[in-house]
């Protein structure tokens, strides 16, 4: 493997995976971007900017657009995924069989599989088993990465050199890049913290203020360590930028559309309302039926992911979901390891 890539191929052409392509392709990388819609692969071509997601950021000449699949696989051995969840494991089959055996890949998607409650990687070793892969996340929003403000992530991957490559990839002016080995431990501080996020939203949007907020981050934190724990994550990575990093930052700032959705629901909007207003996918939205079995398959007590599944998934009103909240036993705030 070479110590540094020069080509990669970037499936998504949303906010996040232009962001990203974006990024790369300012370090040097020639970078090809897929899109599913020909007619918007088409306008970015022409327009050389994703004018419907990040506007009046102009892409570099060595960041090149393609609705081809065929494509993308040829253009390079490096294949980054930044599809929504619900998409990952389509995507992945349809890439299947165009993949030669060293192809390495990538995905930056944040997101439990729907109906299965498997992690991302699962999915690959089921449709592609005995490839080398690597996972992106930390505290990141699409909007500041493609402006090239201060930014840092971490990358993790099953083959320490594969992370080295990928850290190296994004590394390059106001960009920070950590690797690790804790692919499951980034995966899920990726995923549950728009579930909680999207808690964050509701206590603003029902006007309880910043005590109910930092109490909501701390005891979700809480709950990532308690499924971490279980699955085999390690702490250290928890606690680190793709964990609290990643947590802080979804539940605080409006750019979040995970927050955003518990601030509509919380000001009494429905949930089609909420998502039709943001008009991009929503992760936690799926995520929180797929956390809500991932938590009952591992026998871990998760009550704000609990509730926020009951509101999304069984009409509960929030405020009635923050009384059970409250109304929960005593107990000690360190009994963790008990899953009490």
């Known amino acids: 493997m070479a110590s540094r890539l020069s080509r990669i191929s970037v499936y998504g052409a949303g906010s996040w995976g232009t962001a990203l392509a974006l990024q790369l392709a300012r370090n040097g990388i020639d970078v090809l971007l897929w899109g599913r819609l020909p007619e918007h692969i088409e306008q970015l071509s022409q327009d050389r900017e994703n004018t419907r997601y990040l506007p009046g950021i102009k892409f570099?000449?060595?960041l090149r657009c393609s609705?081809?699949?065929k494509?993308?696989?040829e253009h390079s051995s490096y294949q980054l995924i930044v599809v929504p969840s619900v998409g990952f494991r389509n995507l992945v089959q349809q890439l299947k069989p165009l993949l030669p055996d060293e192809h390495r890949i990538c995905w930056a998607t944040k997101g439990i599989e729907v109906g299965s409650g498997k992690l991302l990687h699962q999915i690959l070793n089921e449709e592609v088993p005995g490839r080398s892969y690597a996972v992106v996340s930390g505290p990141t929003f699409a909007l500041e990465v493609a402006k090239g403000l201060p930014t840092a992530m971490t990358v993790a991957a099953n083959d320490p050199e594969l992370a080295n490559v990928v850290a190296r990839a994004f590394?390059?002016?106001?960009?920070?890049v950590y690797t690790s080995g804790?692919?499951?431990g980034v995966e899920l501080g990726g995923a549950i913290k728009n579930v909680l996020a999207i808690a964050a939203g509701i206590s603003d949007g029902l006007g309880y203020g910043a005590n109910a907020?930092?109490?909501?981050?701390?005891?979700?934190?809480?709950?990532i360590m308690r499924l971490g724990r279980q699955l085999g994550a390690h702490e250290g990575t928890l606690m680190g930028l793709a964990g609290v990093g990643d947590l802080v930052l979804t539940c605080t700032d409006d750019q979040s559309r995970n927050r955003r959705l518990g601030l509509a629901l919380g000001q009494g909007k429905?949930?089609?309302?909420?998502v039709d207003e943001i008009g991009q996918a929503v992760e936690g939205l799926k995520s929180s039926h797929s956390i809500h079995m991932l938590a009952e398959q591992a026998g871990v007590e998760m009550p704000i992911c609990q509730q926020v599944h009951c509101i999304l998934y069984?009409?509960?009103p929030p405020q009635q979901a923050v009384r059970e909240l409250l109304s929960r036993q005593l107990k000690a705030e360190f009994q963790e390891r008990s899953n009490a």
């Not at 907020?213 to 709950?223: F, K, Q, S």
């Not at 429905?270 to 909420?274: D, G, L, N, V």
């Open 182 to 184: 804790d692919v499951i």
């Open 60 to 62: 570099p000449k060595n």
């Open 314 to 316: 069984q009409e509960l």
């Open 270 to 274: 429905s949930i089609q309302q909420a």
């Open 67 to 69: 609705a081809q699949l």
């Open 171 to 176: 590394q390059g002016g106001n960009f920070r």
């Open 71 to 73: 494509a993308l696989v």
């Open 213 to 223: 907020r930092a109490a909501l981050i701390t005891r979700g934190l809480a709950e």
